[in-house]
Each structure stands twice: as C-alpha cells, then as structure tokens.
C-alpha cells in the first residue's frame, strides 16, 4: 500500500513540474511564440492548399465554359448536317413520289391502251369468225352448186366470187 502512495505522489509531482514548467514558457512568451508559429505554418499550408483549389476550380471552370463552348459548336454542326441530311431526302422523296404519280400515269395509259388493244382484237376476232361463217357459207354453196347442179358459171359469176374472196383474206 504504501507504494501505491509513493507512486502516486511522484506522479503528481510530475504533474506538477510539467504544468509550472509550462506555464513559465507562456510568461516569459516561449510557449506562445511558439504556439503563434505553430499556428502562422499551419494557417499559411492551409492558406496554399486552398490557393491551389481555387486555382484547380479556376481551371476547371474555365475548361467547363471551354468546353460548354465547343458541345455547343458541335451541336450546331450537327444540326447543320443533320438539316442538310433531312433537305437531301426530302428532295429525293420528292423525286421519288413524282416518278411514282408518273409511273402510276403511264401504268393509267398502258392499261387504257391494253383495254383499247383487247376491245380491237375481240373485234377483230368476231369480224374474222363472222367471215370464216360467211366463207364457209359459200364454199358450201360452191361446192353445192358444182356437184348438185348443172349449172355452168360464167367468167364474169366466177370473178365476182373470186374478188368477193379476196376481200375475206386476212393479211
């Protein structure tokens, strides 16, 4: 127990020392003059971390309104490209949709022309079978005529039916 005293006792008198020792160097202005100094290198590291901050924001800042700068005359340049773009295919829609009514035209006449062409061959058709009905009509009578009768043709009978069979062929 006792030693617990004497160690006790020895540690408030270092205690004690220590505390009149500094607070002798704050009197005579030791402890202060250092503390001041202390505190002026740790201000004056602080003071140029932040100037080299300020410095690094500035620079940025700057590079942002750099940049700013530059997404805006891309932006206008690609919306200059992007109206040349559009005002091409526009004009080649345009062109595409002329020649399509032209085609669509022409595929109108092509087909009135077909129409005009069928109507003409149908005609034409019905002319010839009406004419092959009107020949065969007449070789039947022909031949009727030439095996039944007795009846002899004369020259000129005979050149009428020939020019009438002449206007039946189809060249």
Do not use: C
């Amino acid at each position: 127990m006792m030693r617990a005293g004497f160690e006790y006792t020895t540690n408030l008198q270092y205690k004690v020392k220590h505390l009149s020792d500094e607070l002798e160097s704050f009197k005579s202005g030791e402890k202060y003059t250092k503390l001041e100094k202390d505190h002026k290198d740790q201000r004056a590291f602080y003071e140029r971390k932040l100037k080299a901050k300020d410095n690094e924001i500035a620079q940025l800042h700057k590079q942002l309104k750099e940049n700013r700068k530059n997404d805006q005359q891309v932006m206008e340049d690609l919306e200059a490209e992007k109206q040349t773009i559009v005002a091409m295919y526009e004009k080649k829609l345009a062109k595409v949709e002329n020649e399509k009514w032209k085609l669509a035209q022409e595929k109108d006449t092509l087909k009135d022309k077909v129409k005009e062409l069928r109507t003409l061959r149908y005609t034409i058709e019905s002319e010839l079978e009406e004419e092959k009905g009107k020949n065969q009509t007449l070789i039947a009578e022909k031949n009727r005529d030439s095996t039944n009768s007795s009846k002899v043709w004369s020259p000129k009978q005979k050149n009428i039916i020939l020019q009438y069979k002449g206007t039946w062929s189809i060249k």
